[in-house]
């Protein structure tokens, strides 16, 4: 996941009721517009513009007002997957303890655009979890 070159022209505002819900679900894919065409056409999600980032396109969906996510190409030796974003008040903060209570970095605490700092650590057991707060 990289910082948008026009991450300063979006800006995100958050819901306070919805803090503790997964809004967001980033896909890793090998062909993000092949990932996009599927669940438009078989899950119905609907699609915002694409927009450039230095890893290529990145593609955001919506399924609800209250939930949606990205579809990107996955890393260098990532593999194609997906990553649940929990909405929570404060991303630095519930990093912090997610780290103390034994979940390791994946992504340190970084503003993608305005109003949105995100970050990801590996749950014990390995699962990735991301948390989304304002910036």
């Given at each position: 996941?990289?910082?948008?070159?026009?991450?300063?022209?979006?800006?995100?505002?958050?819901?306070?009721?919805?803090?503790?819900?997964?809004?967001?679900?980033?896909?890793?894919?090998?062909?993000?517009s092949a990932?996009?065409?599927?669940?438009?056409?078989?899950?119905?999600?609907?699609?915002?513009?694409?927009f450039p980032?230095?890893?290529?396109?990145?593609?955001?969906?919506?399924?609800?007002?209250?939930?949606?996510?990205?579809?990107?190409?996955?890393?260098?030796?990532?593999?194609?997957?997906?990553?649940?974003?929990?909405?929570?008040?404060?991303?630095?903060?519930?990093?912090?303890?997610?780290?103390?209570?034994?979940?390791?970095?994946?992504?340190?605490?970084?503003?993608?655009?305005?109003?949105?700092?995100?970050?990801?650590?590996?749950?014990?057991?390995?699962v990735p979890?991301?948390?989304?707060?304002?910036?």
């Amino acid at each position: 996941m990289s910082e948008s070159s026009g991450a300063s022209e979006r800006r995100h505002e958050f819901t306070e009721g919805l803090y503790g819900w997964i809004t967001h679900t980033e896909l890793a894919s090998a062909d993000p517009s092949a990932t996009r065409e599927w669940c438009a056409s078989v899950l119905g999600w609907d699609f915002m513009p694409s927009f450039p980032t230095p890893d290529g396109e990145y593609h955001l969906y919506r399924y609800s007002d209250q939930g949606g996510g990205g579809i990107r190409s996955v890393a260098t030796e990532e593999e194609a997957g997906s990553t649940p974003f929990v909405h929570v008040e404060d991303a630095d903060a519930s990093f912090a303890k997610a780290i103390e209570e034994g979940a390791t970095e994946m992504l340190a605490p970084t503003t993608m655009m305005e109003g949105v700092r995100l970050a990801i650590v590996r749950a014990p057991g390995g699962v990735p979890i991301g948390f989304s707060g304002p910036s």
